[in-house]
């Protein structure tokens, strides 16, 4: 397909280029669609060696996860800015890309030259999208897999662009708005006679509570998000703790309506008010509950301090390592936030957090019982001991996620064990976290560079609790690598219930340190940890 380019059209392309270069698109897309690149890979089934194009790459969301995967990437945009911005993310991550400045109505490729094409919120702002579309097919092979993630009509952004068009200038002739390509039926019209089965999706996410004040503040006034999306902030008036209190009262009844576990050391019958009351409580973290030897499970303390604060999701930072086998303190500082302590010493705290998460699609149970049988830490496991994951731990949670054929994630079949099971049967959060944890290290571990002598250990854990996770029945578990950002690496993971619903997911943070930690690299997975100092 041809189109003569008139000069309305390439005066909008010169907006658009000088709109995508202006601000700091990298920290907004790490703020609102990093994960959604990650998810696009996952499900383009992505295995090495796969050449894959990323359309409209940007700062690379989807290119450095592909490259991770172990796929040979060429990022394409139409913004030098953001080529360089990839690049620079690509070196940090350790990964090598291909980056071309190009238009997706015309790709500067011969045709079927590429496996796998994929593009995440990117193609759909190429304003002609017939001609894009035929050009995304032209350069895929036959039985290739196309991928895109777009907004929808529907959505907060959609509604945003209906909002915002009555007041822009006349899109020129043949143009098309965004959108559209997050319209079943509009892709399937686009389609029509190409030979591509066309698949539509629609997936749902919310807007992350705790926005980058960079990001914040791109537009001037700072940005809230709420049921609908970002909203101007106001400043609290004298009914700002009474809403805040009001909510807390609503999410306690919602708990005791879904029967979600309550918080550690508060009577089930206390409520919310017990819950705001408790400043302070000592514990002890046995060595029953450690990851590395001598050091609590990380995603158990984030779970003991999610429970501390009484909410669904939360984001917990581990600041130091949490020895085992000492008195340590839960303390509540605020009615928002939760400590622990040694001492003097803040080992980590918690927040409740609105946690943007794109799930990949669950495997079916077969598919995950084979691949636990895959589990490598079975044959190899830097600490055997660990709570979740480690095969000689005599009570642990017994996880043990392998690689999915044909899938860049791992899975597990798991039966959380009736003896860490509370009242009803259900796990507490504490262990329902935990459980979240060693998946994503595993994610990164079966899909990092075998020769990376990165070593990391967790430093954020969000988690998002939906369902009870009930000990005795059948679930299955997930971990997907998410990518690399200079020394960080990030990862995601779920547990999905006997019927296939999402009980709780979550994303880490790991940093990358020096000497000890969890080895990513298979090279090094037999190399004894150096005890922390």
């Known amino acids: 397909m041809t189109m003569t380019m008139t000069a309305e059209m390439e005066q909008l392309k010169a907006a658009h280029r000088a709109t995508w270069a202006a601000g700091d698109y ?148 043949g143009a098309s708005a965004p959108p559209l390509w997050g319209d079943k039926d509009h892709v399937r019209a686009l389609l029509a006679g190409t030979g591509v089965e066309a698949c539509v999706r629609d997936a749902h996410g919310a807007l992350p509570r705790r ?71 000592e514990l002890v973290i046995d060595a029953a509950h450690v990851g590395l030897p001598e050091i609590a499970h990380g995603g158990y303390v984030a779970g003991i301090l999610t429970a501390a604060l009484g909410v669904d999701s939360s984001r917990v930072r581990l600041r130091r390592p949490v020895p085992s086998g000492r008195l340590l303190r839960v303390e509540r500082p605020d009615a928002g936030g939760v400590e622990l302590h040694d001492g003097a010493d803040l080992l980590a705290d918690g927040v409740e957090a609105d946690v943007l998460l794109h799930v990949p699609d669950a495997v079916d149970p077969g598919e995950a019982l084979a691949a636990a049988r895959r589990f490598p830490g079975m044959a190899h496991h830097p600490f055997p001991g660990c709570l979740c994951c480690g095969p000689e731990h005599p009570r642990g949670l017994r996880v043990f996620p392998g690689p999915v054929s044909g899938r860049g994630i791992v899975a597990a079949h798991w039966v959380p064990p009736g003896r860490h099971a509370a009242d009803g049967g259900a796990l507490p959060p504490e262990l329902v976290c935990a459980a979240l944890d060693c998946p994503q290290l595993w994610a990164l571990m079966v899909h990092a560079p075998a020769t990376t002598s990165d070593r990391v250990v967790t430093t954020v854990l969000e988690t998002r609790l939906e369902r009870p996770v009930t000990a005795g029945e059948p679930h299955v578990v997930i971990g997907w690598p998410i990518g690399r950002d200079g020394r960080r690496w990030l990862a995601g993971a779920a547990i999905f219930g006997p019927d296939g619903a999402l009980c709780a997911a979550g994303r880490q943070t790991a940093a990358v340190v020096g000497g000890w930690g969890v080895p990513l690299g298979r090279d090094h997975w037999e190399t004894p940890p150096v005890a922390a100092a």
């Open 211 to 281: 926005i980058p004040g960079r990001v914040r503040r791109l537009h001037g006034r700072p940005l809230r998000p709420g049921a609908q999306g970002a909203r101007p902030a106001r400043r609290s008036g004298p009914l700002g703790g009474a809403a805040s209190r009001a909510r807390r009262a609503v999410r306690a009844r919602e708990r005791e309506r879904r029967g979600l576990p309550r918080p550690l050391g508060v009577p089930a019958h206390a409520g919310t008010q017990a819950e705001l009351r408790m400043r302070s409580r």
């Open 26 to 173: 990298a920290a907004v897309a790490d703020a609102f669609v990093l994960d959604v690149g990650a998810t696009a890979v996952a499900h383009a089934a992505i295995e090495p060696g796969t050449a894959v194009l990323d359309v409209a790459a940007g700062s690379g969301n989807a290119a450095i996860p592909a490259a991770l995967a172990g796929a040979r990437v060429t990022g394409l945009d139409l913004v030098p800015d953001l080529l360089a911005a990839g690049a620079e993310r690509a070196r940090r991550a350790g990964v090598e890309i291909d980056w071309v400045e190009g238009d997706a109505e015309a790709l500067p490729f011969p045709g079927e030259r590429f496996d796998t094409v994929l593009s995440v919120l990117g193609v759909q702002f190429a304003p002609r999208h017939e001609l894009t579309a035929s050009e995304l097919v032209r350069v895929t092979r036959p039985g290739g897999t196309i991928v895109l993630a777009c907004w929808t009509p529907s959505g907060f952004i959609g509604q945003l662009f209906k909002t915002m068009s009555p007041h822009l200038p006349k899109p020129p002739a």
